[in-house]
């Protein structure tokens, strides 16, 4: 293992635990293509390392969520299809013709202006076609079919922009009830059915998300969008664990950088929220909500020292927080912590911390990710 940065905190990735993930998703996926989705740095994960092992196990197709998301990745080497699933606007069309991103797209305005600095770059560009199956967030309607056709043979005729396929998101493939999910696979095959019988050619289409690769198999299609699932966490706790064997990629930790013996009575931390009812020891950590240990986590929040779970002691704060390891035998400054992880007897999963505040592990992971160094695990 290294690490990426000097801090006395870091997010540890097991990318043996991203290995073996791929291999269950793909075997999974019953031979389907895998995208890699490593948008946000890789859920907070690391686009960069993520994709290598992504690459080891023939992934040749990523997809992210920005155009500065590709262009980090192509900086850093990646020769893969990057697809981009946010729309490109017009005014960095030039971008993703340069860095031969594939857009996704939905009005033939759009796909024209990306067409035109394709051809101005004496390049031909692919895309994917976005259908709103019941997300509500990109895509024509897939209710409209009529103006969708129209709007689409115009992109079809595009000199310089090649339609690679058809592209939607499944809203509700986490949960039990999976009733609006046959619905958005319905209107998908009926948009591209519609498409077929118009005579425009979709070789390619992709709607299976993670919750939708563990329990909807009849959406896999040509190549399958495994996210959350690649870094170890289910969707949601709607789903069956036992259709997907998955490891976590991530742990948090950090090292103590102070200790100090309190009275009874002392107060720590923002608001007074912690007050010692016996004499105490407490030791503080750099890390806090800035680094995406979230703040309303505090009155629940716990760690694991030398093999004991302690409590938060008060408010984290925005760079540091505070531990009472008054259990914690012979605790000194160095000791590692684990804010996030397992030490074979205990463990404090993402889904705590989630559930603690009231949101999902793929905010949490992300969170984490964004300010602390990564230290990789091989």
Known sequence: MYKEAIRPAWVEIDLRNLDYNIKQIKAKAHGRDLIGVIKADAYGCGAVKCAEVLRENGVDTFAVATLQEGVELREAGATEEIIVLGLTPDLYADVAVKYDLTPVVCCSENAKVINDCAAAAGKTISGLIAVDTGMG?????ADDIPFAVEDIS?????SNFRIKGLFSHMSTADAYDKTYSHLQEAKFNAFYSALAKAGISIPFRTLANSASIMELPTVLFDAVRPGIILYGYYPSDEVDPAQLDIKPVMSVKANIVYLKDVPAGTSVGYGRRYIAKKPSKIATLELGYADGYPRPYSPRAK?????VVCPIAGNICMDQCMVDVTAVPDVKVGDEVIIMGSDGVNSITCE??????GTIVNEILCAFGQRLPKVYVK
Do not use: F, S, W
Not at 303 to 307: A, K, L, Q, S, T
């Open 352 to 357: 705590d911390i989630a559930d603690a505040t």
């Open 154 to 158: 115009k992109i079809a005729a595009l």
């Open 303 to 307: 760690v694991i020292v030398n093999g």
């Open 137 to 141: 967030r990109i895509g024509y309607l």
